[in-house]
């Protein structure tokens, strides 16, 4: 029913910034809570930062607070995260991720396919 695509990743030095997109199709968007999460090679997949279906509410992993921020347009049907201060260990596959609620765990009923951010020294 939902079909999420994610862009925006590349490389960025230390300290930089990125801003990722999840595009979303359909018109049910405002509907469902998202979420970000990533995976880094060798280790499991992690949340990172989740949203209500209106934006009024955000959760945001302990090692990411102050530095990134979700946020959604869902006129534009599109997800956003923004990283500041990026440093080495965000390296990692960003997913976003579509469901009833806003839960901080992986059960969220779509998935995108992820986009690559690398952060240098």
């Known amino acids: 029913q939902v079909q999420l695509v994610e862009s925006g990743g590349g490389l960025v030095q230390a300290g930089g910034s990125l801003r990722l997109s999840c595009a979303a199709s359909g018109r049910t968007f405002s509907s469902y809570a998202m979420g970000w999460f990533r995976q880094a090679p060798g280790k499991e997949r992690e949340f990172v930062a989740t949203?209500?279906?209106?934006?009024?509410?955000?959760t945001y992993a302990s090692s990411v607070t102050g530095r990134f921020t979700i946020s959604r347009d869902n006129a534009k049907s599109t997800l956003y995260l923004q990283m500041n201060s990026l440093k080495p260990e965000d390296t990692a596959v960003y997913y976003c991720?579509?469901?009833?609620?806003?839960?901080?765990?992986?059960?969220?009923?779509?998935w995108g396919q992820g986009t690559q951010v690398t952060v240098s020294s």
């Open positions: 949203i209500t279906s209106s934006g009024g509410a955000t």
């Open positions: 991720a579509a469901g009833t609620r806003a839960v901080t765990n992986s059960a969220y009923e779509y």
